[in-house]
Structures are given as C-alpha cells and as structure tokens.
C-alpha cells in the first residue's frame, strides 16, 4: 500500500485514508494544504482517470455535505431530464425511419421503457456534478445575458415543452403521419419566429424611437 509523508508537516497518510482523496482533490495537504510534492503522480491513462473520479467524488461530497435534499432532488431531476433526452431520441429515430421508409411507425417494444431509464440513471450519476459546473458557468452566463434574452430563452424552453407534453398526454392526431408530424413542428416553431420578430421589431422600432 503506497503511503506519503507531507514535507512540510510529516503528516503520514495512505491510500486507505480519505485523507488520501483529499489530497489528490487539491493537491494540497490534508493537515497544513501544503502544495505536496511529488505525491501519486498519474502514470498511464486508467490513473489520471481514477484520479479525475476520486475528484470529482470529493467535490460532490464537500459540496452537498450539508444538502442531503438538495442531492437526491438533483438526482432526481437527473433522472427525469435523462429519461426525457431517452425518449426524444428514440422518438427522433423512429421519426427519421417513417419520413426515409414512408410509413407510419408507432413507438412499441421495450426499448421504449429500457433506453430512457438507462439514460436516467446515467445522467442521475453524473446531475450532482454537472450542477456545479452550471452554477459555475451557465447560471453566471445567463445573468449577464439582458432580460428580454433570458425572457426569450425561458419562452422558447416552456413553449416548446408544453406542446410536447400536451400532444403525448392528450394525442390530438392520434396515429400520427409524417404530415402531422411537420404540422407540429410548425406548431412549435412558427410562435417562437413571431415573437422573435416581434421582439427585435420593439427593440430596433419602437424603443429606439422613444
């Protein structure tokens, strides 16, 4: 078992400990944070990896130490937001088939149920991470966008979804064809364009006359 003694402290820790984790999360001494050197340098590709998991691992841990709820909800909506990309897919694909092969596909078999769990629990694994980066960047990033940006952005993001959940709860076209399947997406996409158009014509017309 490799064990390191901080140079600085003589702190003595091992590959058991979780000191060991802290210290490959910040390169620094589990005791005084002491930059360490020459400790457990990756040598081949699986070792930079383990070490990129253990990271992230003590990243997550540090984060929602305090925040039991605040994980399993971000696990959760992992696992919804992962099952919704899963069935999009695969809603995808079967619509490409119908349009190259001119039929009229309806979505049976148990991949229907088995890919947008996969694609749940993986993304489930991974929610609690990927939210801290999102804090980090994309949140920061949208705050400097201007409020009528992010009141199209959240436009865009609840129409688009509402029409979808709507036509798979209540199927208004029943069997749907390939023609009411370019229907929707004009249904989707033509109120998106005319507040976009509608949007820009306030801001270059009529603000900038004010």
């Known amino acids: 078992m490799i064990s390191y003694k901080c140079p600085n402290c003589t702190f003595s820790f091992n590959e058991?400990?979780?000191?060991?984790?802290?210290?490959?999360?910040n390169g620094t001494c589990p005791k005084c944070d002491s930059p360490l050197v020459n400790f457990s340098a990756p040598t081949t590709a699986s070792d930079t990896k383990q070490r990129q998991n253990i990271r992230d691992s003590y990243l997550v841990e540090v984060s929602y130490?305090?925040?039991?709820?605040?994980?399993?909800s971000?696990?959760?909506?992992?696992?919804?937001?992962?099952?919704?990309?899963?069935f999009v897919i695969l809603i995808s694909v079967l619509f490409v088939i119908s349009a190259?092969?001119?039929?009229?596909?309806?979505?049976?078999?148990p991949a229907w149920l088995i890919v947008p769990i996969s694609f749940g629990f993986a993304i489930a694994s991974y929610a609690p991470l990927l939210w801290l980066s999102i804090e980090k960047y994309l949140?920061?990033?949208?705050?400097?966008?201007?409020?009528?940006?992010?009141?199209?952005?959240?436009?865009?993001?609840?129409?688009?979804?509402?029409?979808?959940?709507?036509?798979?709860?209540?199927?208004?076209?029943?069997?749907?064809t390939n023609t009411e399947r370019i229907h929707l997406l004009k249904v989707i996409i033509f109120p998106i364009v005319i507040y976009y158009i509608g949007l820009f014509i306030y801001k270059k017309i009529v603000r900038d006359a004010d």
Request: net charge positive.
């Open 65 to 72: 130490k305090n925040s039991f709820l605040k994980l399993w």
């Open 16 to 25: 058991s400990d979780k000191a060991w984790d802290r210290a490959i999360a």
């Open 74 to 86: 971000l696990r959760l909506a992992g696992f919804f937001i992962g099952a919704t990309i899963g």
């Open 139 to 176: 949140v920061g990033w949208i705050l400097k966008l201007s409020k009528s940006t992010r009141l199209f952005l959240a436009a865009i993001a609840i129409w688009a979804s509402s029409v979808g959940i709507y036509v798979y709860m209540f199927e208004p076209y029943g069997y749907i």
């Open 100 to 109: 190259l092969s001119e039929s009229n596909l309806s979505p049976r078999g």
